[in-house]
């Protein structure tokens, strides 16, 4: 079992940085693959960025590609994604998850409860 705690949203400008944490209690944090999903009302959940166990491999949607980046620190359970460059459309509340990896919501087994973040233009 994992519980996951989101923390670092909130209202910044266009331009803008943020960066968002996700810190996991329970034990063997390391066995999981994380990831970063996004998700506006009425909206489907949108996968952000993964990262593996190791944190040697990471990936991200061609929307963010460039502008975020997911880090992991699996001696203090915790998840990183530093987001730059933001713009409106990153408007979202953002969830942190972990499970087997790869992009798919449904390879997900534990989701924190989310952080809302808003970019003003």
């Known amino acids: 079992q994992v519980q996951l705690v989101e923390s670092g949203g909130g209202l910044v400008q266009a331009g803008g940085s943020l960066r968002l944490s996700c810190a996991a209690s329970g034990r063997s944090f390391s066995l999981y693959g994380m990831a970063w999903f996004r998700q506006a009302p009425g909206k489907e959940r949108e996968f952000v960025a993964g990262?593996?166990?190791?944190?040697?491999?990471?990936y991200y949607a061609d929307s963010v590609k460039g502008r975020f980046t997911i880090s992991r620190d699996n001696a203090k359970n915790t998840v990183y994604l530093q987001m730059t460059s933001l713009n409106a459309e990153d408007t979202d509340d953002y969830y942190c998850?972990?499970?087997?990896?790869?992009?798919?919501?449904?390879?997900?087994?534990?989701w924190g409860q989310g952080t809302q973040v808003a970019v003003s233009s």
């Open positions: 990262i593996s166990r190791s944190g040697i491999m990471t």
């Open positions: 998850a972990a499970g087997g990896g790869g992009s798919a919501s449904s390879s997900f087994n534990y």
